[in-house]
Antibody, heavy 118, light 108 residues
């Protein structure tokens, strides 16, 4: 069955870096669009980053452009999010999610908590 | 930029019908998806493409839209339906890929 297993969260100081990973099983990452979505404490969901199924297109919400990089490793069937120059306001649970046939998220990872604090 | 507005909370008695709205400028021209999120868990897709249901989602969950409002309706509400519900659209630009603020459904 489809699963997204996340790793890599933690506590980091402002200005530092952190990398999140999302290992997919039950499907091939090269066939589906994949995204990162975050949720700040007590807040709603926020779309963060997109990777197209062919790997040619990436896109980001404005607040992370130039700081976050989405990537994938087809050989390991894994999606990643490299987060640089982290800010306190990046504190959130980060979810990886698969887009279904349309632009909706049909499978989600369990989430990884990222806390940016001095 | 496009904004989706949801009421912070909705309360309903068991067995009644819950109505959760998602407002946006001419949202009827968008394709809207809905998610259920039980506290401490990842979101779960409950309707997509304006009202289709994934496998395993009960027929009690339905969605429609008109004008500036999209609506998720949960009929014969059960205690297990108590959760946060989020609407979502996906547009061609990065500022048009967003969720509503979420609505907390309380079953009285």
């Amino acid at each position: 069955q489809v699963q997204l297993v996340q790793s890599g969260g933690g506590v980091v100081q402002p200005g530092k870096s952190l990398r999140l990973s999302c290992a997919a099983s039950g499907f091939t990452v090269s066939i589906y669009d994949l995204d990162w979505v975050r949720q700040a404490p007590g807040k709603g969901l926020e779309w963060v980053a997109f990777m197209s199924s062919d790997g040619r297109n990436q896109d980001y919400t404005d607040s992370v452009k130039g700081r976050f990089t989405i990537s994938r490793d087809i050989s390991r069937n894994t999606l990643s999010l490299q987060m640089d120059s982290l800010r306190v306001e990046d504190t959130a649970i980060y979810y990886c999610a698969r887009q279904g046939g349309g632009h909706f998220f049909d499978f989600w990872g369990k989430g990884a908590l990222v806390t940016v604090s001095s | 930029s496009f904004v989706l507005t949801q009421p912070p909370s909705v309360s309903v008695a068991p067995g009644e019908t819950a109505t959760i709205t998602c407002g946006g400028n001419n949202i009827a021209s968008e394709t809207v998806h809905w998610y259920q999120q039980i506290p401490g868990q990842a979101p779960l897709l409950v309707t997509y493409d304006d009202g289709d249901r994934p496998s395993g989602i009960p027929e009690r969950f339905s969605a429609f839209k008109s004008g500036n409002t999209a609506t998720l309706t949960i009929s014969r509400v059960e205690a297990g339906d108590e959760a946060d519900y989020h609407c979502q659209v996906w547009g061609g630009s990065s500022d048009h890929r967003l969720f509503g603020g979420g609505t907390k459904l309380t079953v009285l």
